[in-house]
């Protein structure tokens, strides 16, 4: 089976962060913003070759407008990975596959 | 020559590249486009519509369209006729060669990624920074320079639009949705926008002008707290507090890569033969606001890509002859 994508709330957030036995990334996005949809097949990808080593989940900031403000999220889409429960990178703005991955890879 | 020769290639993918692709593709030359990777700021794949919400004067859509949507449908119609996509930034292109060559990648690779028998420049242009004091640390932070990714998150705040034209005050007009309070903040004292914008925000209760003024700093240890402005008359300064400033004081032709190798105007736009898509390499074309610093709307960056695509398919047929 391929990496699935969790789309986190927040009921389930700290839950899911807290129980990753990997780096998890934050996908902060939302419907109406174009970047964001850019970004979103990239993460497909990278959620399938990187199964297993880093997991990819998404924050709907519509539906849970608190998680945004919770991390001061301004702009959209922010990326923010977690390792053991606790923030340790954020990337802001969409980027392509390379820079993406090269951003990444003290995780992967 | 390398692996995958094109016989047209199109550097970008804006309604001008996207046009030029369709247009060639239905001449049965199998344009390949190098779409851009994605990104934030105007460069990406779609170009600058992709931050962009309703459209409403593209015609064709009285009811409007969303920006995002205009261009999949535009890459969906060059796909049909057979148009291929690589979702890649060029880094160096070699035009004294023929065929051309086109790096992806690493630049300092001995041989190139594609070569092209034409090239078709559409590579757009991108928002101009205000380039002051505090602007890289707080981007992201409060100081956005797109209105509909981040309007969102300034719910109830006042905020700034800092630029005259189209797009700012198409920007505040559009923030009003969001933000309690939003100050137009232009270095002249009327605007660039067209009639119908200017009075659309005339007339909206949550805008306000500030003119003849320029943001010369701007202040926040998280985010955004103040901006300073000067008058730009008077030169006097002042702060004025606000929690979100949004950059829309206008575009800069996405140039670098062509710099040396074309004809470049003093602005940076890329020039072409008048009447034409011709730049001063033949076989090389360029279309949209990559050369164009006068219209600058999807509707002329569209016409020119259609006519950059004519103009390759005639110059493709006289070489052959």
């Known amino acids: 089976m391929s990496g699935a994508i969790t789309n986190l709330s927040t009921e389930n957030f700290e839950s899911e962060i807290n129980s990753a036995n990997q780096p998890i990334l934050v996908d902060f996005w939302a419907e109406w913003c174009g970047p964001c949809k850019m970004i979103a097949p ?13 997991k990819i989940a998404k924050v709907d900031v519509d539906n849970a407008p608190e998680l945004a403000q919770k991390f001061e999220i301004m702009s959209i889409p922010t990326l923010i990975v977690f390792n053991d429960g606790e923030p340790a990178k954020r990337l802001v703005g969409a980027q392509g596959k390379h820079q993406l991955l090269d951003a990444l890879s003290e995780f992967i | 020559m390398s692996d995958s020769h094109q016989t047209v290639v199109i550097i970008g993918s804006g309604p001008a590249g996207l046009t030029a692709a369709i247009y060639t593709a239905r001449a049965e030359l199998n344009p390949l486009v190098i779409e851009g990777e994605p990104s934030s700021t105007g460069d990406q794949p779609g170009g600058q519509l992709m931050l962009t919400t309703e459209v409403e004067n593209f015609p064709g ?136 914008m200017q009075k659309r925000a005339h007339e909206n209760p949550k805008i306000n002008f500030l003119w003849d003024s320029e943001v010369t700093e701007i202040f926040g240890s998280n985010s955004v707290e103040a901006v300073k402005i000067r008058n730009t008359k008077t030169l006097e300064e002042t702060e004025l507090d606000l929690e979100g400033i949004f950059i829309a004081i206008g575009h800069k032709p996405n140039t670098s890569l062509f710099i040396d190798k074309l004809s470049i105007d003093n602005l940076g736009y890329i020039k072409t033969e008048p009447q034409s898509t011709k730049t001063n390499i033949e076989g090389v074309f360029a279309c949209g606001d990559v050369q164009d610093h006068k219209y600058r709307q999807a509707i002329t960056a569209a016409g020119s890509g259609c006519m950059a695509a004519i103009d390759a398919e005639h110059w493709l047929e006289n070489r052959q002859s």
């Open chain 1, 42 to 54: 990239i993460l497909e990808e990278i959620a399938d070759e990187q199964e297993g080593v880093i």
């Open chain 2, 61 to 196: 859509f009285p009811e409007g369209i969303l920006g995002p949507q205009l261009m999949a449908d535009m890459k969906a119609q060059a796909e049909k006729f057979g148009a291929t996509f690589s979702t890649r930034k060029v880094t160096k292109v070699d035009l004294t060669t023929k065929p051309f060559e086109i790096w992806i990648g690493n630049p300092d690779e001995n041989s190139p990624t594609h070569t092209a028998d034409a090239v078709i420049i559409s590579t757009g242009a991108q928002s101009v920074m205000l380039e002051v004091e505090g602007e890289k640390r707080l981007l992201g932070h409060g100081l956005s320079t797109c209105a509909t990714c981040d309007g969102f998150f300034f719910k109830d705040k006042k905020i700034a639009v800092v630029g005259g034209g189209d797009s700012a005050i198409e920007e505040a007009t559009f923030l009003t949705k969001f933000a309690s309070e939003v100050t137009v903040i232009h270095r002249r004292n009327e605007l660039r926008a067209s009639k119908i």
